[in-house]
């Protein structure tokens, strides 16, 4: 009786030996296959400013309120024009900073007079909520220098973005951790 | 553990954990209420301000309404950062509370005696193995039914690999074709097959000279005027002609250029006794006639329709009615298999007709909605189902030809709409002058991908292939475009106005100005010229490609090209 | 087929236009500015720096060496508490949560099936650290380092024993979470686990409210039932509880040898106490071979059967994937004529895709679903084969012992035993 406990007990040892070795060979094996795969910096979640279709999606599906993509502005494509479809609602008559006439709903963006017949147009980030209306604004109207992105001060970069799994357009990318943002006066068109 | 604490100690952790619990709970309610509400909600949406805006818009020069405006827009603005803070403060307070509440609640379960309790018996190992097994058992069976009555209750259709899509659901023969390749040497409609502009074949000639007689492998008189262009079906050339009120469908031999047959179109019941006025450039034979290889149809500015068989004895014969509209009626006629399309478009009425060609019986008649065009009707392909598409004003739409019923819709133009469609595999173009150019992704829930104003024809019909867009405009211009994106490729000057629909053949597009002189370049994202041929006549018909050869119509005379 | 017209004022305008684009891309050209205008900075912040995730992974390294030597050496229950504290702060609320190990599942097996992506290193380590401490120390990732799991821990006090049908019934809910987690992420579809995610919205203080309301109900069922996302949920736990089994060394309930006092028998929430069978008496031993023998044969039954019925259920999971789900919508609209008006049919719509395409990219996707869903299918069933042979086994045990898959090393067992290390017994005097 003794002599079979032993035995059995001796062929569980050796189960229990083989199992940690098994168990072992996948932690070994793993890591030594992705490895090479494997980036030391990682991503992070950017949106392609020529695949945005300014759905306004950003504003509801970011993990974060306000949401942590923004409107930003491509100065060096601003045609700097008076009549500013991003700023502006449509069929306005009076071009000014009135309230009844701006189409944010959060008055983030700061219009200032440079020089005749030139306007700035400043997107004021803290007041952003992400709607992209003068985003669809400028690219229906202007030059399309207005575009949304994600502000890594604010984005706590999620493992999957709760706005790339929504974007209809499939905008929303994984892009280097070290070159976080996809500026449109800088991207190429592509 | 630790601490020792006092019953009175413990009483009144009960108390503030009591309290921590129930202001948590009320700051939790609040908090999801304006977390929603955050989301979803724009500042600026509130119903009151939307209506004072209205009043401001239509009145936008009351100042004291735009003062209204501005208070109640500031007002809503407040609210909402006072709302964003709000929330962000009460998921603090929220925080602080269920803290207090689970320490509180810590303390007074640690301090509580430990009784460890003893199950009755000591169990039966074998008898508890027996069961984990049985629970095991229940586990994988629960999951194995979820598992097969969710993938036979929730089975979508499949997509269809062997892409024959629609055939289960096909109840029309319009359904689930495909394009077919152009015929070398059967050129029935206008602009060719399905009317898409592109010719069959190879080695066309790019030299000749009408003057010198270079290339022109014969000339022959048409009895009769007429701007409509020529088609051809195995070694029968067909075309119209008209003057005064006599209409007249003529057939020649394709190899030597002689009259065949000529069949006459006048004197139908119900023609008119008056002749329609027509633009000098339209004329009572505008239209091109149509074959399917078993008949030929054509259709005249009085509405006469007439119907031969290819030996020229009348089939059938009737009238539309009188087409009566401001340049006159223009449209060319098209088939698909058996049915002959008539687009038929006056000012008292814009319609389609489907009539049987072989007995003159008529299918079905859609009323189209919109003004009266001077674009033919194009066979298109999309989603595997055959369509008939009519460049109307404002609506491209897209009919089943079996049936007459609308498949498709896009508003798209405007103004006097006289080129037909471009198509590829993809899009269909529509163009006109004075409004635009736009690329229309073609199916259900058709939509315009890019548009643009730059180059926009009065009356050449644009071609396109999978890569680009060929555009001839009245102007001179030639303008390529990207067909999927709509970048403009190149452009050229060719000074010449453009009446006849450039034609893609061989790689090449031939276009041929008003002046006779054939402009032929290379259908290619880079302009590259190849030649150019003049006929020596003026020229506004546009050419039909057949086996090496061209036929082009010329005013009253009738060319016939190719390599001597 | 002509038409003529006045093309005067056409071939002016056209004239026009031709220049104006000549000239520029942009609708409007770019203003030349005659004062000294420059154009604004970008604000561009960074992410924190990408050496912060390396530090992240030292703080998991010495997070987990503690916890291993507070739950082995130390035998510390305030300790491990505190530890879990320390993690809820840290990996929670200070990094909000992302990366986790349990996550981290989802990038490993993307990187192994897409050769598009590549893990970053940390989430590789993220992923690999806690099994390899599993693998020596049992599950001290969940004792104490496991925000998701310190959360519950800490929320935990008043524990309820559950039926232990119900616990068996629920515990396999994990298994097939995995499996179709894995399955989701290698078919680039989406991060179930990170969707759905119950307290990532507590350490964020921000979250969809429905996410918000799970992961409260989740910490209010917890008060009774103890730690209820890792034992009905967390697929990362399938995997550390099977690498623990295999541990070198584990939490022990008793500091020194097992009196077989008894004390301890009811004393863990997750019935992983083995209770002592010193000298197995087997009455019916051919009985039990036969089962043995049974449940190896079906083994291989099993995983062919969970491989067919997880086949068949390929075409419903792909669903899952939202090119999938947008195919389906526009065929459906083609079908019945109506158009569809989500979002991203909308967006479809606008874009120069072909339906043709759209429908290429369908079938390969299920086709990749229909790939990878008979191997999950396996893996379930092979657990299950798995679970039944090691519940027809029996081995002596002289005492008391937990169970090295199912116990998360939270130390709750320690204060009922009556026996205490000369050392220890300093301390608490």
Request: aromatic fraction near 10%; proline fraction near 5%; glycine fraction near 8%.
């Amino acid at each position: 009786m003794e002599s079979e406990n032993n035995k059995y007990q001796s062929r569980r040892d050796f189960l229990r030996k083989a199992g940690k070795i098994a168990a072992v060979a996948p932690l070994v094996a793993l890591p030594s296959l992705l490895i090479r795969k494997a980036t030391a910096t990682g991503y992070v979640w950017q949106i392609d400013p020529f695949k945005c279709t300014q759905c306004g999606q950003c504003k509801t599906n970011c993990v974060l309120t306000p949401s942590a993509s923004k409107c930003v502005h491509a100065y060096a494509m601003c045609g700097y024009c008076d009549l500013c479809g991003g700023y502006l609602r449509q069929g306005v008559k009076n071009i000014s900073t009135g309230a009844e006439n701006q189409l944010c709903p959060v008055a983030a963006i700061k219009r200032s007079f440079v020089e005749e017949p030139y306007f700035e147009y400043i997107i004021d980030e803290d007041l952003c909520d992400g709607c992209a209306k003068c985003v669809k604004g400028c690219a229906d109207f202007g030059n399309g220098s207005l575009h949304m992105q994600i502000k890594h001060d604010i984005c706590v970069n999620c493992n999957e973005c709760a706005i790339a799994r929504t974007c209809p357009s499939n905008a929303v990318i994984r892009v280097p951790a070290l070159e976080p943002y996809l500026p449109k006066d800088k991207a190429g068109k592509h | 553990m630790k601490l020792k604490l006092s019953d009175k100690d413990i009483s009144l952790l009960k108390v503030i954990s009591q309290i921590s619990g129930i202001f948590t709970l009320i700051v939790a309610l609040t908090m999801i209420f304006s977390l929603i509400h955050l989301r979803t909600i724009n500042p600026l949406d509130n119903p009151a301000l939307l209506s004072v805006k209205e009043q401001f818009d239509k009145d936008q020069a009351n100042i004291a309404k735009a003062e209204q405006v501005r208070a109640m827009d500031l007002m809503a603005r407040k609210a909402y950062f006072a709302t964003r803070s709000q929330v962000e403060t009460g998921s603090y307070l929220l925080l602080a509370g269920a803290v207090i509440f689970l320490l509180c609640q810590r303390l007074i379960a640690d301090n509580e005696k430990i009784i460890p309790s003893f199950a009755e018996k000591k169990h039966d190992k074998a008898e508890l193995q027996k069961k984990s097994r049985t629970y095991l058992i229940i586990a994988g069976g629960l999951i194995t039914t979820a598992a097969i009555v969710s993938s036979f209750m929730l089975r979508t259709g499949l997509p269809d690999i062997s892409g024959n899509r629609g055939e289960a659901s096909s109840e029309g023969r319009s359904r689930d074709v495909k394009v077919k390749e152009p015929d070398k040497s059967n050129w029935p409609f206008f602009r060719g097959q399905d009317s898409r502009g592109h010719a069959g074949g190879s080695g066309y000639p790019t030299e000749w000279n009408g003057a010198e007689g270079k290339n022109i492998l014969w000339k022959t008189e048409i009895p009769r005027n007429g701007q409509s262009s020529p088609i051809v079906w195995e070694n029968k050339i067909f075309i119209t002609g008209a003057e005064g009120s006599t209409c007249e469908v003529y057939c020649f031999d394709k190899d030597n250029g002689h009259l065949l047959w000529t069949g006459s179109a006048t004197g139908i019941e119900g023609e008119p006794t008056q002749e329609p006025e027509t633009d000098h450039d339209t004329g009572l034979a505008a239209s091109t006639a149509a074959t399917n290889g078993k008949v030929v149809c054509a259709v005249f500015a009085n509405g006469n329709l007439v119907c031969f068989d290819l030996d020229g004895n009348l089939k059938w014969s009737r009238n539309l009615g009188l087409p009566a509209n401001v340049y006159g009626f223009s449209q060319s006629l098209i088939m698909y298999e058996d049915i002959l399309i008539v687009q038929f478009d006056s000012d008292s009425k814009v319609s389609l007709l489907g009539i049987e060609a072989e007995s003159g019986t008529q299918k079905w008649e859609t009323l189209r909605r919109g003004r009266p065009v001077w674009s033919s009707p194009v066979l298109g392909y999309f989603g595997g189902r055959a369509q008939v598409i009519v460049n109307g004003n404002p609506e491209v739409t897209a009919y089943d030809p079996l049936t007459g019923e609308e498949i498709w819709t896009v508003e798209a133009l405007s103004g006097d709409v006289a080129p037909s469609l471009a198509q590829n595999s993809k899009m269909v173009y529509a163009v006109t002058d004075y409004a635009r150019l736009a690329a229309i992704k073609a199916g259900t829930g058709a939509s315009i991908i890019w548009e643009d104003n730059y180059f926009t024809p009065d009356v050449s019909s644009p071609v396109a292939n999978e890569e680009i867009l060929i555009v001839a405009t009245g102007t001179g211009d030639v303008a390529c475009y990207n067909a999927e994106k709509g970048d403009t490729l190149w452009t050229h000057y060719f000074e010449d106005q453009y009446y006849a629909s450039p034609i893609i053949a061989d790689d090449m597009v031939y276009i041929l100005n008003r002046s006779g002189v054939m402009n032929i370049v290379k259908a290619s994202d880079k302009l590259e010229i190849i030649g150019e041929a003049p006929i020596g006549e003026d020229a506004d018909c546009t050419p039909a490609f057949t086996d090496k050869l061209f036929i082009i119509r010329v005013n009253k005379n009738l060319y016939c090209i190719g390599e001597k | 087929m002509s038409v003529s017209k006045a093309k005067v004022i056409l071939v002016f305008l056209l004239l026009i236009l031709w220049q104006v684009n000549a000239m520029a891309q942009d609708r409007f050209p770019r203003p030349e500015f005659e004062t000294d205008y420059k154009y604004p900075e970008h604000q561009m912040p960074g992410q924190r720096g990408p050496l912060w995730e390396y530090f992240d992974v030292a703080v998991l390294i010495a997070a987990l060496s503690v916890t291993a030597w507070l739950a082995i050496r130390k035998r510390s229950r305030r300790g491990l508490l505190y530890m879990s504290l320390f993690s809820v702060l840290y990996f929670g609320f200070y990094k909000q949560g992302c990366i986790c190990s349990v996550g981290s599942v989802q990038n490993v097996s993307m990187a192994l099936f897409n050769s598009s992506y590549s893990v970053p290193l940390s989430a590789l380590l993220f992923f690999i650290i806690p099994l390899v401490f599993a693998l020596a120390f049992g599950r001290v990732f969940c004792a104490g380092v496991c925000p998701l799991g310190a959360i519950q821990e800490l929320t935990g006090f008043r524990p309820l024993k559950i039926p232990k049908a119900a616990e068996i019934v629920l515990a396999s809910i994990p298994f097939v979470y995995l499996a179709i987690a894995v399955v989701f992420a290698a078919t680039e579809s989406q991060f179930i686990i990170c969707r759905y995610d119950p307290f990532i919205g507590i350490y964020r203080l921000d979250a969809p409210h429905t996410m918000i309301i799970f992961g409260a109900l989740l910490l209010l069922a917890g008060i009774f039932i103890n730690r209820p996302y890792c034992r009905y949920l967390c697929p990362y736990g399938v995997l550390l509880n099977i690498f623990s089994r295999f541990s070198w060394k584990h939490l022990t309930i008793t500091p020194a040898e097992c009196t077989n006092c008894r004390l301890c028998e009811e004393s863990c929430p997750y019935d992983a106490i083995l209770p002592s069978d010193p000298e197995p008496v087997i009455r019916d031993r051919s009985s039990m071979r036969r089962n043995f023998l049974v449940y190896i044969i079906a083994l291989p039954l099993f995983a062919a059967a969970g491989a067919v019925i997880a086949y068949n259920l390929s075409d419903f999971v792909a669903g899952g994937n939202s090119t999938v789900r947008l195919a389906r919508e526009i065929r459906l609209e083609q079908e019945t004529g109506l158009e569809s008006l989500t979002k991203a049919a909308i967006a479809f719509r606008e874009a120069g895709k072909t339906e043709e395409e759209l429908f290429a990219e369908e079938v390969h996707i299920t086709g990749r679903f229909r790939k990878a869903m008979p191997w999950a299918g396996i893996f379930l069933g092979l657990s299950l084969g798995a679970g039944l042979l090691a519940n027809s086994v029996r081995s002596r045990r002289p005492g008391y012992v937990p169970h090295q898959g199912r116990c998360y090393s939270c130390g709750k067992c320690f204060k009922y035993c009556p026996i205490k290390v000369p050392e220890q017994n300093e301390v608490k005097a």
